[in-house]
Each structure stands twice: as structure tokens, then as C-alpha cells.
């Protein structure tokens, strides 16, 4: 599994190379993605870190902070090395009382690609994933040709979805070239969120961007909210010597060849552990028993 790479963009003009995994930044803001990190140096340095170890895909937003995972980045890593990918995204924003806020009409998108190429001091955005939350105001057909026009201005080089259900993204890929999906998915949450605004889906978004060849980035990927099916990952973690953590990625990684994780840590030896997780092989029986 180790040293596995997916091509962002292929059969376009600049196609881009990432190796998995990628790393998340939305967990080096500080609580509840909200203002600096308390050890800002040090988030620096695991950033500095995790380029050392190889990883060159990173996915951050302006309204991690907000402001804050994208000004990491620049005083992290810049100038940034020819092969890095930075995957932002747009479509909400944090309201004063730290709320989470739809922000995807045609004005509030190139305000956000505006504020995302200043933060990250960029001339074009290497990825840029578009969510609409389903309660947001305005038709998606109008938000996704906002995204096609200023990708047409050069200022995006790749337009990828987030959150996206199964009618935006047939919506999405008949007006445009998707180069990537980011949703929710992981052990433990496979299937559709009924709760959530964005309707977001998962496992039946992964099986479309496998029939369409389209790079899939799944966000949220160690979550642990079901403790019975934990224990099964615990189990073959504890047989194996790895941490469930690791496990959590390799099984990521054994469901498609599609599938970019980015985990997220605030911890260096989590981060050398979470890129050691591509090492880690399932057999079939394993696969099996986990379920």
C-alpha cells in the first residue's frame, strides 16, 4: 500500500501528483476551529514536518479560524515547493458567535477565492472544492458556473465539490470538469448524514467518483463515534501492533484506489504514524471481520 499516489485532474492540460496521505489543517486552529493554535511554532514546525515525510497534499479553507489554517500554510511553507498541493474550499463561512454559515452566492464565492489567494499568497488556487449547503439561498446551476467562470479566469486550476449529494454532483459534472469530491466517510460513517444541511452522502458519492475516475477525499476520516465497531477495529489493531488510528487509514485506503485520506493531527508522532498507516495490508479475512 505504501508510496500510493492519484492524479488529480487527469487527461486535463496540468494534471496534479499526490501521495497519500494528505494531511487536514482544520485541527491546527484553536478550539472548535476557532483562533490561533496555542502553540503556533509548533504547528509550524508539524507542517515543515509532514512536507519532510513526503506528504505534498494539504486541504484548508478560509474559515478554518477563520484565516488561520490558510496563514499557517504561507509561513509554514512558503514559497511553496513545485509539487505541493493546496486544496482549499468555499461555499460557507464563520459568523461572529463562531456559528458555521452558508456563503455560495456568485458575489460571496469570488470573495472567498479573492480572500483564499491572499491568505495563501497564491496567483491561482491549485484545488478548490465548492459546497452549497441545501438550505443556502440561490440554485446551485448559478453557484457552480460562478466557480466554471473564475476557473476560466485562471484563478482556480482545479474545481473539486464538497458535501456534495448525488443530484449536485450529476449536476456539477455535466457543466464542468470535477477533478475531485471531499465528503464525509470513514469507518464509521459510510452512508448518507440525514442530519446535516448539506445532505451530505458518502459512500454513494465514493461509488460515482470510482465509475467517473475522480479523486475521492474523505473528510472527518477517524471518527469514532460507534464504539462497537471500534472494538472490531481495535481488535485487528492490537493483533498487528498499530494504532487504531493507523488502522482507520489503512481501511480507507483498502476500500478504493480512489480514495486520498486526510487525516488530521496536532501531533508530530501522530503524523509519522498516520503516514506509516499506508504500510499496513488487510487480507481479506481481515476486511471481512471488520465489516
Known sequence: MSNRIITIGAGTASPLTARTPGYGTMRLTGNEVWGEPRDRDGAIALLRRAVELGVNFFDTADFYGPGVTNRLLADALYP??????????????????????????????????????????????????????????????????????????????????????????????????????ENMYSYTQRVTDPNSPYGMQGGEILSLCEKHQIPFVPYFSLQTSLPTEQNKMKEVADAKGVTVAQLNIAWLLHQSAWILPIPGTTSIQHLEENIKATDISLSKEELTFLG
Open 80 to 181: 511553496y515547493p513545485a509539487n505541493l498541493i493546496i486544496a482549499t474550499k468555499v461555499g460557507a463561512i464563520r459568523g461572529a458567535d463562531k456559528s458555521w454559515l452558508p456563503y455560495s452566492k456568485p458575489e460571496e464565492l469570488k470573495r472567498s477565492v479573492e480572500n483564499n489567494l491572499k491568505e495563501l499568497k497564491l496567483e491561482q488556487l491549485p484545488l478548490v472544492h465548492f459546497g452549497k449547503a441545501l438550505n443556502s439561498p440561490g440554485d446551485y446551476e448559478e453557484s457552480f458556473a460562478t466557480m466554471l467562470e473564475l476557473q476560466r479566469e485562471g484563478k482556480i486550476l482545479h474545481l473539486g465539490l464538497t458535501n456534495a449529494t448525488i443530484d449536485q454532483f450529476n449536476t456539477a459534472i455535466t457543466m464542468g470538469t470535477i477533478a475531485s469530491v
